[in-house]
């Protein structure tokens, strides 16, 4: 351990980010823009910016725990936990995510190698996230508040008359349809990059870029999988008990 970081804290910031791209994020987190330190080795560089090396390389360290296990847990879950998971995701996704591959592609300049992915990329990216948390918002404000009635109504919190107002404006079956069919947001961008090939680029901005936006994906795969798979059904199944409960209302009435 204590080799490794030595050898680490002695690799110039673009070969660290060359072999590891996630680097970039960690340097970023600590208010660091790696593109401006390419020659500077990461000891010199935490130095002068008054941090502890030893600290970076343990934030490396604790990224990327493994999401199978939420996945699982998030299968027997009441429908309320499942809901506070996805909205933890959208604000990591809101607040943490975007703005730092926002920034990236904001600080990205025209290389004599790949001018049309760094043009095409300014241009897509605001209006994918506009249109992102647009998504998000009508899930939270709308779906998901839907949902929380259902789950109310099947604990005994019920207002009948609020429950059958929106039950007269909603489907499940019709919000999981239209959100399986929805374009994936994210097709434009996996257009222009050809699905995040970035083996040749050669510039090390971009290509931490291209493989952000991979690993954004790839983590928005995993949100919609918790949607559609876990969170709807369970909607649905409430839905159907939430009708039962209000017939029977009718039915005393
Ligand atoms: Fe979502
Ligand atoms: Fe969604």
Redesign the pocket.
């Given at each position: 351990m204590l080799l490794n970081s030595k050898y680490l804290n002695e690799k110039k910031i673009s070969d660290l980010i060359h072999d590891d791209y996630q680097y970039a994020k960690v340097l970023n987190s600590f208010g660091i823009d790696f593109y401006k330190h390419y020659d500077e080795n990461l000891i010199d560089l935490c130095d002068s910016k008054g941090i502890s090396s030893g600290k970076v390389l343990g934030y490396r360290n604790s990224l990327h725990e493994s999401n199978l296990l939420a996945n699982e847990y998030l299968k027997s879950s009441p429908v309320n936990l499942v809901i506070e998971f996805?909205k933890d995701?959208?604000n990591y996704f809101i607040k943490n995510k975007l703005p730092y591959l926002q920034n990236l592609i904001n600080n990205l300049n025209e290389n004599k190698y790949e001018t049309n992915f760094s043009k095409d990329l300014k241009f897509i990216f605001p209006i994918f996230f506009e249109d992102f948390v647009e998504?998000?918002y009508e899930?939270?404000n709308d779906f998901f508040n839907y949902i929380y009635e259902l789950f109310n109504a099947s604990q005994g919190r019920i207002n009948p008359s609020s429950l059958l107002v929106m039950m007269k404006k909603h489907s499940i079956k019709k919000i999981l349809d239209d959100h399986i069919n929805e374009d994936s947001e994210m097709a434009g961008i996996r257009g222009i990059t050809r699905n995040y090939s970035y083996k040749n680029i050669k510039d090390l901005h971009l290509k931490v870029i291209f493989q952000e936006l991979k690993e954004f994906d790839e983590e928005l795969t995993v949100?919609?999988y918790i949607?559609n798979d876990i969170l709807f059904p369970k909607a649905f199944e409430l839905e159907k008990k939430a009708s039962k409960i209000l017939e029977n209302i009718a039915f005393h009435n």
């Open positions: 996805l995701n959208h998504h998000i899930e939270e949100h919609s949607e």
